[in-house]
């Protein structure tokens, strides 16, 4: 599993013209883009969310528990894109929807479980994601 983060000082994602989830923190929030491979499970999500959530990568070295940050979650299965051969990606690394959409909602569901204000894109729609990066900073997270 891989969380690609972005200390935002606003999210949200969109889907048919619709919002479907948004951040517009007073402060910093965090955008958490998640790709989900063939080996992960539901500890993956648990302990990541556990690293996200505590991750000091906000002002004055703080982490969203700290301040209450609130996080917007959308699937990325492009994480687990492979560049190696050609000039076409493979997304073989990455798992089939019936895997990923439950680890990306027990991902969420961690952090919800932690104390988390979570916000969540639509799995596997065309989604467009608009955000405004702070810093910018931008950190893989991996186990």
Known sequence: MRVLVQRVSSAAVVVDDEVVGAIRPAGQGLLA???VTH???PDQA???AEKLWTLRILD???SASDVAAPILVVS???LYANTAKGRRPSWNAAAPGATAEPLVAAFADA???LGAQVETGTFGAHMQVELTNDGPVTVLLEL
């Open 33 to 35: 883009f998640v790709g």
């Open 60 to 62: 004055d070295e703080k």
């Open 39 to 41: 080996s992960d499970g």
């Open 46 to 48: 648990r302990r990541l």
């Open 111 to 113: 952090l919800r479980a």
């Open 76 to 78: 990325q299965f492009t």
